[in-house]
């Protein structure tokens, strides 16, 4: 990396320029201001679509017919998760063709593509533009990706999309459901996986769109989550993804001890601070310590009969059982996370599919991150500034996407539910390995030994003063840490850039190096946080 | 006008520049190639709506804050019909704040909004951009508007948005119902006037979007059909339409003999040609004759067992009867054209509200209008080579907008089932006063005393060569209502060009020009189509 490095708004040294485009340093939150108009796509027209029939025998021949050639860029969503069967098709097929230097800009990827490194190695593929989950984000942080890796949040994915900081030549949108007018939604058939929000992007701005489906059905196809006026190519294929596969990572309500303490505790400051109330909203993820602070808000609004007006998802099936029982009055889903989320999106209309362009994108008039109340979130590390990382670990490896947690800091009320330490690695530092979002966003940090509250909230602080709550300061907290573990060696990296995190307005909040890895089988730290 | 004329690929003098404006002369079907990429408006960032709450107090706030100043394209919908209480509203304000020169770009204008003749008179308003019906378009025909008109298809409307051709700088949404963040639908509170899919291109592509409701609610207003995140303004009034006058023109099966016998022969056709069958689609309009030939085409599919698989509205109740019934699967409707129609879309998955982009946009990959295998239109004339004009009467008025007609051209059978003279007037003409649409697109012209088939259909003159149907020759179809009416004389028109008529990929398809009054009193001819 011969690039220029500067110091960005919160001290992180991050390059000038990647993959040959110019990146803007993060100013702070709110600061940058867009001074240009978004990206805009070459008029098409009806004359080379006048039957509306846009069925073509297979993959191949639609990559084909939209162009496929050296240095493309091809998107894919990740709605199936670790059950996509698509994305490694796509980058089979062009290494087939001989195809070049590729850029794969997914929504996120996971360990089910791992294949795709072979396709990096045999240079069909240049780099990754997007979320890496596991293997690909290990592959990533030892160097190995001809190009720097470019993580974004759902929303800064849309965002980037539609300033056109990345111009997209061909989508492939999985698609459960469609008509051969390129209508598509992921409701029903075989593979339903609930909705399409990820390539909604991908639909309106890609230069060519593919569909490919396991279920064909007549037009109209309803309701089109992915509108066929955008669609180039209709691909019948026997398989497009694993439903069942959509479940990954933990779904199910922690057993620990430590991290139900973490959840009440949570639960007992946020009814504290009244922020359980009539028509509230919240959003929880599906962690273990998540969907136990679920389960807790559940028991509190059933037993002071209290309404939310709105739940986000990812849903899941406790927040589904809460929307039946008309304990909220709409669940406002991005993903759904298990199939009954699936189930009560195709039956309930209280239950909306949403896009990261309605919930998410920073470059819009307002989004709906904005209008929730609480929101609880996960962290791999937390500073003394409350600066959050969610994409490496204290060993310096990229193994976790943004997903949409940089978007969600704009809620009302930020919590982090974290463990003191994991594997004996204190999670609060002096400095985290890589900054994913500003401190000043996040609002509350939860450890079973003790409540930060960011001196920022002097309203959260106020009301809490007379609380029963182990609220302490962060640094008390680290001190805490420390005490026990010791003080956390800092990970061995290189100079060397491999991946850049951008803000969610495309600015660069920081840069992630290449891990040199230690000699000995060092042992995997931490647990996985569910964001992507 | 001292604009040059050219003439086009139907031999229409057509202007090169219209209200300072480059226009494109109509090349024919399919043969205008855009080479040029979409409208891209200035990216906006959510640092400027923090909160997500964009109520202000009242409509003149919006519109200052908007930035309102002279000279600016303001725009409006028309779901309300005859029922819009907005569009004068917002005149009167700018009057009041001594604005000047304003461009009002409505989807379709009605006698409601005959007010806007003073604000055209004290220079508010300069010209108008949208189909005029009524006294506005006989303002316009007579050569008082300031500017000249631009009357575009529902379709040609949002293409020309799209493409920049008309840029909206503040657009203003009727919404019966609205949240303070800008999500709004038409389909519920006390002004429920169905759907909203008019103000589509209006709100993804004005600079400022005003939402004005008389029905506010809590956080999420669901369904979304205008998307919060392009609203910049939300303002709470008394009442913003009188949903009761959507109905406008007539809504009942006609009782005249000889519309009931082109109904019936219609029908007759498209039964013999095997048009009506399992899976077929339709589009029929709310004319009365229109109406009779969907109640002949129920009869046909109750007795046959026959099941259509989408009919497209404008919706009313003989449709949702046809819905409910289970005799059609889904009904893909732009506008409800009675409340029976706003009812069944607020509760009836399968009543979908479509929009211009889904349905008309030329300018898009594909749209709905393609797919419908029957489509049942109007006209006020029709010439020897099937052009056809719906926007002027015989005596040069332009007393009609295009709506959806030039969009639905495109479907698989265009029927126009017409009288062969109205009020004496044949309506068969060596020329047509305005030709709207090109005769190559339209197949078959059904009168009472005879049907001609479009030569271009071998087909479906094969198809009926052993009918007993009365199938003529369309000049033969002409002789026989000269026979009976003469020939008719032309009307007394200028030179001066008052409006232009876009074709849908926004060519100039014909012009419009100043109508020179008789000095007496001239009897009213033809009646109302259906087409807005």
């Not at 996986?193 to 489906?213: M, N, W």
């Not at 691909?235 to 973490?262: A, F, W």
């Not at 601070?273 to 609004?301: C, P, R, V």
Request: a neutral charge; aromatic letters at 8%.
């Amino acid at each position: 990396m011969t690039t220029k490095l500067v110091k960005n708004a919160l001290g992180r040294l991050v390059p000038t320029e990647i993959n040959g485009k110019k990146q803007i340093p993060f100013q702070g939150v709110g600061k940058y201001r867009p001074d240009y108009r978004k990206y805009n796509p070459q008029v098409v027209t009806c004359a080379d679509f006048p039957t509306g029939n846009k069925l073509i025998v297979d993959l191949k021949a639609a990559l084909v017919n939209a162009g496929l050639k050296d240095g493309m860029t091809i998107s894919t969503h990740h709605h199936f998760r670790n059950g996509d069967l698509l994305a490694v098709e796509i980058f089979r097929i062009a290494s087939e063709l001989g195809i070049k230097n590729l850029i794969w800009f997914p929504s996120a990827s996971f360990p089910c593509h791992a294949k795709i490194i072979d396709y990096m190695e045999n240079g069909t593929v240049h780099h990754i533009e997007g979320s890496m989950n596991g293997p690909l984000g290990r592959y990533c942080s030892e160097g190995k990706m001809k190009g720097v890796g470019v993580l974004r949040s759902h929303g800064g994915r849309y965002q980037a999309v539609q300033d056109g900081e990345v111009q997209i030549d061909i989508a492939v949108i999985a698609a459960p459901t469609a008509d051969p007018f390129g209508n598509a939604n992921g409701l029903t058939g075989p593979s339903a996986c609930g909705l399409l929000g990820f390539a909604l992007a991908d639909s309106q701005y890609a230069h060519k769109v593919i569909v490919a489906t396991d279920n064909l059905i007549d037009f109209p196809c309803i309701p089109w989550q992915i509108q066929g006026n955008y669609v180039d190519y209709v691909v019948k294929m026997d398989k497009i993804g694993e439903p069942e596969k959509i479940v990954s990572g933990t779904t199910r309500i922690t057993k620990s001890p430590d991290r139900l303490l973490i959840a009440e505790l949570t639960t007992q400051l946020c009814q504290e601070a009244s922020l359980i109330k009539n028509g509230f909203s919240f959003q929880a993820g599906a962690g273990g310590t998540s969907l136990a602070i679920a389960y807790y808000f559940e028991q509190i609004m059933r037993e002071k009969n209290i309404k939310a007006r709105f739940a986000r998802g990812g849903s899941n099936q406790y927040l589904v059982k809460m929307l039946e029982e008309g304990l909220v009055d709409y669940l406002l889903d991005g993903q759904t996370f298990d199939l009954e989320g699936v189930r009560s999106m195709r039956e309930n209309p209280r239950h909306v599919d949403t896009s990261p362009f309605t919930s998410y994108n920073y470059h819009g008039k307002g989004n709906f991150a904005s209008l929730v109340d609480i929101v609880i979130l996960g962290a791999t590390e937390v500073d003394i500034h409350f600066n959050a990382n969610v994409n490496t670990h204290s060993d310096g490896y990229l193994l976790h996407g943004i997903g949409g947690w940089q978007n969600c800091l704009f809620s009302k009320t930020v919590i982090l539910p974290i463990p003191l330490f994991r594997d004996r690695i204190p999670v609060i530092r002096d400095e985290v390995t890589t900054i994913t979002g500003p401190g000043e966003l996040i609002d509350v940090i939860v450890t079973e030994r003790g409540i930060a509250i960011n001196p920022r909230r002097k309203d959260l602080l106020d009301a809490l003063k007379d609380s029963s709550l182990p609220i302490k300061t962060i640094e008390e907290l680290k001190n805490e840490a420390e005490k026990i573990c010791g003080i956390p060696e800092k990970p061995k990296l290189s100079d060397e850039i491999v991946a850049i995190i951008k803000w969610v307005d495309g600015t660069v909040i920081d840069a992630v190096r290449r891990v040199i890895p230690l000699t000995r089988t060092s042992p995997r730290r931490g647990r996985r946080n569910q964001k992507s």
